[in-house]
C-alpha cells in the first residue's frame, strides 16, 4: 500500500508505503498505546497532578512521531519523524518527579541527538552517492555504486547511530536512567515501542535499502551484531541481578531483550530475522505489562525498591500475580508469548547451525528467572519492614488494563496466529528484497 | 588541486570532531549542548556541500542561466536547522531545569550527589 504526499509521485515526493513488516509494528505501536492509555489515567493523576493537558498533546507527539517513522517510505522523512518523537519524549522523561529525572533526560538528549546525527550523515552519504531519498529508489541505484567507501561509511553511520536509539550494546548507557525515573506510564510506553521502532528502521535500511547480500557480505555486519547482541544478554541480565530499584531491574532486562532481537537478526536467515521481529512484538507485550504492574505498585506503596515491597505480595496479591505471571512471559515459561519467540530463536540458531548460541540463550533466561524471583521472594516471603504502612489492594482502574495486559501475553502465547504469522511474513518481505 | 577541491569536507570532519569532543570533555552543561550545535552544523555544511555544482547559480528561475546547484539539500537542511534549534532550545530549557534543581551545572558537581542509583553516567 501506498500513500504520495500531495499527489507527488515518488521518488520525486514523500511517499508512505506500508507492507508486512511496518504493517505489524503500525500495529503494536497504536495496540500498546490503546491498551495503556486506560491504565493511565489514574497513574498519571497521582504523578503530574498540574498541567496534564500539554503532557498528553506530547504523549500524542510521541506517538505520532514513532507511527511516523514506521510508515514512511523516505530516508530523510525518518530522520524528522525521528527527532519529532525523541524531542517528545526527552520532554517527557523531563516530567518524573525525581530531580534525576533531568539529568537522565538531558543525558538521553545528549546521547539521542547524536545518534540522529550520524543517521543523518549516513541518509547524506546516501544521497551523494544516488540522488536519491525514497528508500524504494535507494534501493535500485544503490548496488551500482556498492563497492565504493562512501557507501560503506553510510551503512556504518546509520548502524551506529539507530545503535544509539535503540540501546544496543555498548550503547545503552542513557536508558537505564531514562526508564527508571521517566513516569511511569511514559515508561511502559517506550519501552514497549520507542526501541523496537529504532530495530524496525535498522532492519529496514539493513534489508531493504542495502540488501542483505551488501550489509552481510561486503561488511562484516553479522559478525557485529552478533557479538554486541550476546555481550548485551549477558551483561543486561548480569547488572539486573543485583539491582534494587525495579524499574532500573526491568530497564537493564530491556537491554539484554534488545540484544534476543538483534542476535534473531543477525544469524541472517529468514528463520532468524522472523525470530527477532516475533520477540520485537512479544517484549513490548511483556514488557508493558510489568512496568504497568510496577506503576500499579508505585501507585499504592510510593516506591518501587526491593527493600521497601517486602511482603506487600500478601496485601496485594492481584497487583504481585499480574507482575509475576508477566515475568513469567520475561522468563520464557510455555503457555507465554515469551516462550514462544524464544522457541523460535532456538530452532532459528539450530538451523543456522550454530547450536552453541543456544546455551547462551538458557544462560540468560535462568539469570532472568533469578532477577524477577528475587521480586516474587521479596514480595511474598520477605516480612513487611517494620513500621510501614500497610497498603491496600489497588484500585480497579488500575488493575482492569493491567490484568487485560497481562491476558495479552498469555493469549498470545497461545494463539500464535498473528504474531508468529505477521512475524514470518515480515521477515520473508525483508530477506526477499524488494518492499 | 584534489586536495583544495575537497576543502569543504576537511571543514566539516574538523568541525565534527572539535563538536563530538567538546560533548564529551567538557563538563558544563552548557557547553556540551554548544558542542552538540557544532557537531549539527558541520553535517549541514556537508548536505550543503553536495548541492553544490561548481558554475552553477542559485536555484532560482532566470533569463541566461544555464545550470542550476541542486536546491533538494538546501531545503533538508532547511528542516534539519529547524530540528536543532528545537533541540537546542529543549536542551537548554533541561539545563534550566537541572539549575534551578541542583544549584549547579557542572557535570562532576552533579555526579555522585545521590546513592547508588546515581552510579551510571
Do not use: C
Request: glycine content about 8%.
Amino acid at each position: 500500500m501506498s500513500y504520495h504526499f500531495g499527489n507527488w509521485p515518488p521518488p520525486f515526493g514523500i511517499e508512505y508505503r506500508v507492507d508486512a513488516v511496518n504493517a505489524l509494528l503500525a500495529l503494536l505501536i497504536s495496540g500498546v498505546a490503546l491498551f495503556l492509555l486506560p491504565w493511565a489515567k489514574t497513574s498519571v493523576n497521582l504523578e503530574i497532578p498540574e498541567r496534564q493537558g500539554p503532557f498528553y498533546a506530547l504523549f500524542l507527539l510521541a506517538l505520532s512521531g514513532l507511527m511516523g517513522i514506521t510508515l514512511t517510505g523516505d530516508a530523510f522523512n525518518v530522520f524528522v519523524f525521528l527527532e519529532i518523537s525523541s524531542l517528545s519524549t526527552y520532554a517527557l522523561i523531563a516530567h518524573g518527579q525525581d530531580r534525576r529525572a533531568l539529568k537522565a533526560a538531558f543525558r538521553y538528549l545528549i546521547m539521542g541527538t547524536i545518534g540522529a546525527t550520524f543517521f543523518l550523515i549516513g541518509i547524506g552519504f546516501l544521497y551523494a552517492m544516488t540522488g536519491t531519498l525514497n528508500m524504494a529508489d535507494l534501493a535500485e541505484r544503490l548496488p551500482e555504486v556498492r563497492d565504493s567507501n562512501v557507501v560503506h561509511a553510510a551503512l556504518a553511520f546509520i548502524v551506529v547511530g539507530l545503535g544509539l536509539k535503540l540501546a544496543l550494546f555498548p550503547l545503552h548507557l542513557w536508558l537505564p536512567n531514562a526508564y527508571a525515573f521517566a513516569p511511569n506510564f511514559i515508561t511502559a510506553f517506550l519501552a514497549a515501542t520507542a526501541t523496537k521502532v529504532a530495530l524496525y528502521v535498522m532492519l529496514r535500511f539493513i534489508f531493504t535499502v542495502f540488501s542483505p547480500e551488501f550489509s552481510f557480505t561486503a561488511m562484516p555486519l553479522a559478525a557485529v551484531l552478533m557479538t554486541l547482541a550476546i555481550a548485551g544478554m549477558v551483561a543486561g541480565s548480569w547488572v539486573a541481578m543485583f539491582e534494587v530499584n525495579l524499574k532500573r531491574l526491568l530497564a537493564y532486562s530491556s537491554v539484554a531483550q534488545v540484544g534476543y532481537m538483534v542476535l534473531g537478526v543477525s544469524l541472517v536467515t529468514a528463520a532468524g530475522v522472523a525470530a527477532g521481529i516475533l520477540h520485537l512484538f512479544n517484549h513490548a507485550l511483556m514488557k508493558a505489562a510489568l512496568f504497568a504492574a510496577l506503576g500499579t505498585i508505585y501507585y499504592q506503596i510510593g516506591s518501587v525498591r526491593l527493600t521497601e515491597i517486602a511482603g506487600m505480595g500478601r496485601h496485594m496479591p492481584w497487583t504481585f500475580t499480574a507482575f509475576a505471571l508477566a515475568g513469567l512471559s520475561l522468563i520464557g515459561v510455555p503457555l507465554t508469548a515469551g516462550f514462544t519467540s524464544k522457541w523460535y530463536l532456538v530452532i532459528a540458531a539450530l538451523d543456522a547451525g550454530q547450536p552453541w548460541l543456544i546455551v547462551i540463550i538458557m544462560a540468560t533466561s535462568l539469570l532472568a528467572i533469578y532477577y524477577i524471583w528475587r521480586v516474587v521472594e521479596a514480595a511474598w516471603f520477605h516480612d513487611t519492614p517494620e513500621g510501614a504502612a500497610l497498603p491496600n489492594e489497588a484500585p480497579l482502574s488500575l488493575l482492569v488494563p493491567l490484568w487485560v495486559l497481562v491476558a495479552l501475553n498469555f493469549y498470545f502465547g497461545l494463539d500464535t496466529r498473528l504474531n508468529v504469522g505477521g512475524a514470518e511474513a515480515a521477515a520473508r518481505t525483508l530477506i526477499g528484497g524488494a518492499p | 588541486m584534489e586536495l583544495l577541491g575537497h576543502y569543504n569536507y576537511y571543514v566539516v570532519v574538523i568541525l565534527m570532531m572539535i563538536g563530538l569532543y567538546t560533548i564529551i570533555a567538557r563538563g558544563n552543561l552548557v557547553k556540551k549542548v554548544i558542542g552538540l550545535n557544532i557537531f549539527q552544523t558541520s553535517v549541514f555544511i556537508l548536505f550543503i556541500s553536495l548541492g553544490k555544482i561548481s558554475g552553477a547559480s542559485t536555484p532560482v528561475w532566470r533569463d541566461g542561466v544555464e545550470v542550476y546547484s541542486n536546491p533538494l539539500p538546501h531545503v533538508l537542511i532547511l528542516t534539519a536547522i529547524v530540528v536543532g534549534v528545537a533541540t537546542t532550545s529543549v536542551a537548554l530549557a533541561l539545563a534550566v531545569r537541572i539549575h534551578e534543581a541542583y544549584g549547579s551545572l557542572d557535570d562532576d558537581e552533579l555526579r555522585g550527589s545521590h546513592g547508588p542509583d546515581d552510579s551510571i553516567t
